[in-house]
């Protein structure tokens, strides 16, 4: 019997030390900027308000856009906030993305969670597991 309440005990212990772990928290503005995914050409940039031309009260979500240059796709061929923009939130370790479509306006909303997120590199995980990585690039305009 005393095994069995030093188990529970040693169990309750452990859950309790579980479930203080902190939770992880990026800070938002190192997403700021233009990212290319490992071994891809495919790019996403994350803007400012200030890039999007926001003035006065912005909303929670920011603007960006993605664009892959394997299919053909480039910057200037995005029609300004249809095909290839989205908004976007960070939240603690969440992203949150809404991509916006051209065709009857449909909104399609895709979240990630943050492994790792600094001034050059992003690390993200998708709904269905597969792990992003990406550089921070400076592309010349």
């Known amino acids: 019997m005393k095994k ?4 529970a005990l040693c169990g309750l212990i452990s859950l309790a030390f ?6 992880v928290t990026f800070n938002e503005s190192d997403l700021y900027g233009t990212w290319q995914e490992d071994g891809k050409q495919a790019f996403v940039r994350f803007l400012t308000p200030e890039e999007d031309g926001v003035t006065g009260d912005y909303s929670e979500y ?3 856009y993605e664009w892959d240059e394997d299919e053909d796709v480039h910057p200037e061929d995005l029609t300004y906030h249809g095909n290839g923009w989205f908004e976007w939130k960070l939240e603690t370790s969440e992203l949150t993305q809404i991509h916006f479509m051209d065709n009857g306006g449909a909104e399609i909303p895709k979240i990630y969670t943050v492994n790792m997120l600094n001034s050059s590199q992003l690390s993200y995980t998708d709904s269905f597991k ?3 990585t990406f550089t921070k690039v400076v592309i010349a305009e």
């Open 18 to 23: 579980a479930s203080c772990t902190p939770e």
């Open 4 to 7: 069995i309440g030093f188990a």
């Open 62 to 64: 920011k603007y960006g």
């Open 130 to 132: 597969k792990i992003h």
